[in-house]
């Protein structure tokens, strides 16, 4: 059983920068990739970016390549999103999700097997 816990989150311009992070507690952190998902009112939860295990391998989805960066330190149990250049549409509920799966997978909410409780993001225009 992993427990994730996503801090972080909050209102920011159009410009600007946030880092969210989640804390993981439980067994066996470094075993698990890692992913970032968000959710606006009204739409479903997409996928924004994860990282394998090791963080040797990272994914992100198109429209937020070159603004956003996921990393993460096992030593401490968590995972990073660093946030740049955010826009109003980057507004939702992120989430935090580990998974012990690899390969494209990893792209989509059914890969995972643990879920945080989510931040707010809101980016005014």
């Known amino acids: 059983q992993v427990q994730l816990v996503e801090s972080g989150g909050g209102l920011v311009q159009a410009g600007g920068s946030l880092k969210l992070s989640c804390a993981a507690s439980?067994?066996?952190?470094?075993?698990?990739?890692m992913g970032w998902f968000r959710q606006a009112p009204g739409k479903e939860r997409e996928f924004v970016a994860a990282i394998t295990w090791s963080g040797s391998t990272t994914y992100y989805k198109d429209s937020v390549k070159g603004r956003f960066t996921i990393s993460r330190d096992n030593a401490k149990n968590t995972v990073y999103l660093q946030m740049n250049s955010l826009k109003p549409e980057d507004t939702a509920v992120y989430y935090c999700?580990?998974?012990?799966?690899?390969?494209?997978?990893?792209?989509?909410?059914?890969?995972?097997?643990?879920w945080g409780q989510g931040t707010q993001v809101t980016v005014s225009s």
């Open positions: 439980g067994r066996n952190f470094n075993n698990y990739a």
């Open positions: 999700a580990a998974s012990g799966r690899t390969g494209w997978i990893l792209t989509t909410p059914g890969g995972y097997d643990y």
